[in-house]
């Protein structure tokens, strides 16, 4: 059990430094795309794209970290209502479901990256499994969490009886 949160933390930290560092370097790159075009009269081509790959890229991962941290939307009006038992059954039955989601995203995702691997992007000549390559990663990123907020739930749940 310890491995796997402790698995899950150190993913989880690296994926936070990940997005500061892509987040970062978005930015810099539509401002820098800004002055260029409005200032210089000049285009970058290759600033799109690269803005577009990191936007991906921010998005899957930073769903990692919202879904660890428990901050991911909901609707709590039912659940609140719930008896505990319900709950119980609720969190089980939300858990089965991730985990279906997540070994979709893994499945499905390296398939997908797999069919495009030839590919290459116009502007950055990048072949693009590396950017569809963020789906079965982030899956398996999520699939962790999930383990170890299962096994949290339980080694909580065997302690409160």
């Known amino acids: 059990m310890r491995f796997i949160e402790r698995l899950s933390d150190a ?10 560092v892509f987040g970062f370097s978005m930015a810099l790159i539509v401002a820098t795309q800004v002055f260029f075009r409005y200032v210089l009269n000049e285009s970058l081509f290759w600033s799109e794209e690269l803005a577009r790959f990191l936007l991906v890229w921010l ?63 116009p502007a950055l000549q990048l072949p693009k499994w590396i950017v569809l390559g963020i789906i079965p990663v982030s899956g398996l990123i999520f699939m962790i969490h999930l383990s170890a907020l299962v096994l949290r739930e339980f080694h909580r749940g065997r302690h409160d009886n």
């Open 11 to 20: 993913i989880n930290q690296w994926v936070e430094y990940s997005l500061f």
């Open 59 to 121: 998005t899957f991962l930073g769903a990692t970290v919202a879904y660890r941290r428990k901050v991911h939307p909901g609707i709590d009006v039912l659940y609140a209502r719930m008896t505990p038992s319900i709950k119980k059954v609720s969190t089980l039955l939300t858990h089965l479901v991730s985990m279906a989601l997540f070994t979709v995203m893994i499945y499905y995702g390296y398939q997908f990256a797999y069919f495009v691997r030839l590919q290459i992007s």
